[in-house]
């Protein structure tokens, strides 16, 4: 065996304790690939459902056998450059996120293309920009799905999570009026995040929300009572479907995009360098900023996945590695 690498692994579908920290063979920078040695990573839902064997059937055709690994976005430096690589330096402080359904970045290091990479906002450490790049599934959602325009009336389900907390500084930045769900210890977070309003989701129910013209879904359950707020010609962007109930899901979205005024859109995040792009120029007018709620080191990858699954996160878990 080649050079080795510390990365975090699992050899069984399960809870947080199957996770692991062990070694596997270094990547080297391929033509057209650039070397990443990753500082820091997020931990994120679909990573949560992967290691549980919920989503078993992507996983296994983008993993196949075990080991597997986990990880799916990362802030670090590139180290080295494959053939034919233009644009990257070795040096640059990046920031990028692997293919769609593509574990591993939870590793010393990554290879990756040119594409899946942007230089990180100036400002910002690691730590902190690692919990950013699920803001770039946020700018998907309000400005190229739903089209959101000042002065319309924005929900956003999940609030303080990471998806969600951009999505209410982007709202605010965006000139809507922003509602925020979230946890009741979160409330006056959320308030803070620039959210008009602030409701507790687990005391308010959709019928006390009042009408809306885009609906953010981050949580993925009960869709069709919140899509029933919205007004006529509104949008809802679920970025996040029941495992547990996957089929009647999709067939829920599928429907609601032919049928009536009230139209879900759904789209999995694969974000590539424009968006990135995008994303440093809202963090560097001080539209977006990071938040990070707890830092844990790669040997404990395990508790900061019980981390998520406790609930109540505030911005992103992060995972050191550096």
């Known amino acids: 065996m080649g050079e080795t690498m510390r990365a975090a692994l699992f050899d069984r579908y399960g809870p947080p304790e199957v996770l692991y920290e062990g070694r596997v063979p270094k990547p080297v920078a391929g033509p057209g690939e650039v070397l990443v040695r990753v500082h820091a990573v997020s931990v994120n839902g679909g990573e949560v459902h992967g290691r549980a064997g919920r989503v078993r059937l992507v996983t296994d055709l983008t993993q196949r056998g075990f080991p597997k690994r986990m990880g799916l976005d990362f802030a670090g430096e590139v180290v080295a450059l494959g053939a034919g690589v233009n644009g990257p330096a070795v040096g640059d402080r990046v920031w990028g996120v692997l293919g769609r359904s593509t574990f591993g970045s939870a590793a010393e290091y990554v290879a990756v293309r040119p594409r899946r990479i942007a230089l990180a906002p100036a400002g910002l450490d690691p730590v902190q920009a690692v919990t950013l790049p699920a803001g770039t599934t946020a700018i998907t959602a309000l400005r190229d799905k739903a089209r959101l325009r000042a002065g319309e009336r924005l929900l956003v389900r999940g609030a303080a999570g990471g998806v969600g907390s951009v999505a209410v500084q982007l709202g605010r930045a965006f000139g809507a009026h922003v509602t925020g769900l979230a946890g009741a210890r979160n409330l006056d977070f959320v308030r803070d ?6 409701f507790d989701y687990r005391t308010t129910g959709p019928g006390d929300l009042g009408r809306f013209d885009v609906v953010l879904d981050t949580a993925g359950t009960a869709s069709g009572a919140y899509r029933r707020l919205l007004r006529p010609g509104g949008r809802m962007v679920a970025i996040a ?4 109930r996957l089929a009647a899901s999709l067939s829920y979205i599928a429907a609601s995009a032919v049928f009536g005024p009230r139209r879900v859109r759904f789209f999995s995040g694969d974000p590539t360098h424009r968006l990135f792009a995008d994303l440093t120029r809202y963090v560097e ?5 990071p938040v990070v709620d707890t830092v844990f080191p790669l040997a404990d990858i395990a508790g900061a996945h019980r981390a998520l699954e406790a609930g109540g996160v505030r911005g992103k878990h992060v995972v050191r590695v550096l």
């Open 193 to 198: 995040l620039g959210a008009d309003e602030v």
């Open 241 to 244: 479907f029941d495992v547990d």
């Open 285 to 289: 007018s001080g539209a977006v900023r």
